[in-house]
């Protein structure tokens, strides 16, 4: 097995197999000309001739005649057209059309919805020559999704607006990629649902979902796209010869992008047991505060193999599904149980201007290449603070003064409230990609002060300390820093100690225990029970007793 992170290396033993892929692609489609007026106008004259028609009603039966060649069209070939809603959701409203058929390929749904879309309005200039405005806020229009099967991506939606110049936006889901790649390759693969499950050969799937990372694989996206834009959807707008008349070619931009890293555990139950204590123990570290559960069945599968039930899993959810998320700005961390045995962690980038590397679809490597790397530096300190350790004397060494250069730094006093507090700031930050600064450090802080004022200067101040004990580690070619997984460690372990032992025993023993034990005790609460009638036998024989304990 391939050694992705601290997380899969320390699993490794309970895992049957895991692999990297891309979920799913959102691609913006524009054309360059149409989206400043003067330039429309440019390549309005290369269709028509002239701009003598170049107006706002001229636009407006534009959009009247896409609708209804789209309408005659799926009337001729007797493909469903559908107009939703508001708050449809369409994606699960496609599934329920997709074909019977393993080998049809081409259009098989059409959906209407509206949207916000680019319009231009025309106003006549002194000259008599048009100028062009777009209409500000973006109007709602009718927008167009093709449901399209194809033989290499699957089931791939084109969205279309019907007004010039009409702007597209595709979408795409690597993992039915790489289905199709595997089954030309002849390569073990079960799927269920979304995911591949026991019975895949892991190692080969990945080798197939890491083509799909490369830079040469742009240009099969690009040809994807151009494959069913052009013949299926522009052609409801312009002919053929109407597009090589004006030069309507689109040009693609990355929207969004969706990478995931794909855990099979060998048995439900052990999956159970090791997703349910990292949430529970991660939860006020990691600042985890959106967690849902969908319920389903309640007991997963003991045996290793479990051959997947088609029907089973379109009618209901199979399994408890737990998810939490953590939004940073425009990017997402998601963690969730998948099927019977799959734990899935996703990066998102709901807009890939979060990723700072461009939107072109020439950097759609360097996207996955980032986001691939968010998923491995969330998992590693997502471990590192499941598996926390003290070692001896590093309580007594904290409050040591360090020295660094030429500057001597004070040591780190945790019986402070406000060096405690920014514990566990550091802690919660520990998963945001590319890090934090200083100004995030006192925002956090200041939240878990409640009140107190806490300033940039002291976050300043506050994390020289911390750089003292080699506990942060500076970001490359940025001003922001990362706890490292010695820090995190350290830093989990003392705040678990205080929070989930000493102070629950000494809550225990200053308090008289009235009443019988409740009927369904968890093993943590028999250990707390069981630690807080030993340490009672100490402190009697050493002659310590805590107040209202007698």
Same mark, same amino acid.
């Given at each position: 097995m391939l050694s992705y992170d601290d997380f899969t290396e320390y699993h490794k033993d309970l895992l049957e197999g895991t692999y990297d892929c891309v979920d799913r692609i959102v691609l913006n489609g524009y054309f360059p000309l149409g989206q400043q007026g003067g330039a429309f106008r440019l390549w309005w004259r290369r269709l028509t001739g002239s701009e003598?028609?170049?107006?706002?009603?001229?636009?407006?039966?534009?959009?009247?005649?896409?609708?209804?060649?789209v309408h005659a069209f799926a009337k001729k070939r007797h493909?469903?057209?559908?107009?939703?809603?508001?708050?449809?959701?369409?994606?699960?409203?496609?599934?329920?059309?997709?074909?019977?058929?393993?080998?049809?390929?081409?259009?098989?749904?059409?959906?209407?919805?509206?949207?916000?879309?680019?319009?231009?309005?025309?106003?006549?200039?002194?000259?008599?020559?048009?100028?062009?405005?777009?209409?500000?806020?973006?109007?709602?229009?009718?927008?167009?999704?093709?449901?399209?099967?194809? !033989?290499?991506?699957?089931?791939? *939606? #084109?969205?279309?607006?019907?007004?010039? $110049?009409? @702007?597209?936006?595709?979408?795409?889901?690597?993992?039915?990629?790489?289905?199709?790649?595997?089954?030309?390759?002849?390569?073990?693969?079960?799927?269920?649902?979304?995911?591949?499950?026991?019975?895949?050969?892991?190692?080969?799937?990945?080798?197939?979902?890491d083509t799909l990372r490369r830079k040469d694989a742009i240009g099969q996206l690009a040809k994807a796209c151009d494959r069913w834009v052009y013949s299926t959807c522009l052609s409801f707008a312009l002919d053929t010869e109407e597009q090589k008349r004006s030069g309507f070619h689109y040009q693609y931009s990355c929207y969004q992008i969706e990478y995931s890293r794909n855990l099979l555990f060998e048995r439900g139950t052990v999956l159970d047991q090791v997703y349910q204590g990292l949430i529970d123990r991660n939860r006020?570290?990691? !600042?985890?505060?959106?967690?849902? *559960? #969908?319920?389903?069945?309640?007991?997963? $599968?003991? @045996?290793r193999a479990v051959a997947p039930r088609l029907e089973r899993i379109l009618e209901a959810p199979t399994y408890d599904l737990t998810v939490f998320k953590i939004h940073f700005g425009k990017l997402s961390l998601k963690m969730y149980d998948k099927g019977a045995r799959v734990l899935r962690v996703e990066a998102i980038a709901h807009n890939v201007k979060e990723l700072r590397c461009g939107k072109r679809l020439e950097k759609l490597s360097d996207m996955l290449a980032k986001l691939r790397q968010i998923v491995s530096d969330f998992l590693n300190a997502l471990c590192a603070a499941h598996i926390s350790y003290l070692d001896e004397g590093m309580l007594d060494s904290l409050s040591q003064p360090t020295q660094r250069g030429t500057r001597r730094l004070a040591g780190i006093d945790?019986?402070?409230?406000?060096?405690?507090?920014?514990?566990?700031?550091?802690?919660?930050?520990?998963?945001?990609p590319r890090g934090f600064n200083i100004k995030e450090l006192a925002e956090k802080t200041a939240q878990l002060l409640k009140g107190i004022p806490y300033t940039?200067?002291?976050?300043?101040?506050?994390?020289?300390?911390?750089?003292?004990?080699?506990?942060?580690?500076?970001?490359?070619?940025?001003?922001?820093?990362?706890?490292?997984?010695?820090?995190?460690?350290?830093?989990?372990?003392?705040?678990?100690?205080?929070?989930?032992?000493?102070?629950?025993?000494?809550?225990?023993l200053c308090k008289n225990k009235g009443g019988r034990p409740p009927k369904n005790m968890r093993p943590r609460d028999t250990s707390y029970d069981t630690l807080r009638n030993e340490m009672l036998k100490l402190l009697g024989k050493l002659n310590l007793v805590a107040q209202n304990a007698c």
């Open positions: 003598e028609t170049l107006n706002t009603n001229h636009l407006a039966r534009m959009a009247g005649n896409f609708s209804r060649k493909i469903p057209i559908l107009h939703c809603e508001p708050r449809t959701r369409k994606g699960d409203l496609a599934e329920t059309y997709l074909p019977k058929d393993p080998s049809f390929c081409g259009l098989f749904l059409i959906l209407v919805a509206k949207a916000p879309g680019l319009v231009w309005e025309v106003r006549p200039c002194k000259n008599a020559s048009p100028h062009l405005e777009r209409k500000t806020p973006w109007p709602y229009v009718n927008h167009y999704h093709f449901h399209i099967m194809d !033989n290499e991506w699957g089931h791939l *939606t #084109i969205k279309m607006s019907g007004h010039p $110049p009409f @702007n597209i936006q595709v979408m795409l889901n690597g993992h039915e990629w790489v289905e199709r790649k595997a089954r030309k390759k002849t390569i073990s693969s079960m799927k269920e649902g979304n995911c591949f499950v026991g019975g895949s050969d892991f190692m080969a799937l990945d080798r197939v979902a006020s570290l990691l !600042n985890l505060d959106k967690i849902k *559960t #969908i319920f389903g069945w309640k007991k997963r $599968p003991h @045996n945790l019986q402070k409230a406000r060096m405690r507090a920014v514990s566990e700031a550091l802690l919660a930050l520990s998963a945001k940039a200067r002291q976050a300043a101040y506050d994390l020289t300390k911390f750089r003292g004990k080699n506990m942060l580690v500076s970001v490359t070619n940025s001003r922001s820093y990362r706890l490292s997984s010695f820090g995190t460690r350290l830093l989990a372990g003392i705040i678990i100690l205080r929070e989930k032992v000493i102070k629950p025993v000494l809550a225990g």
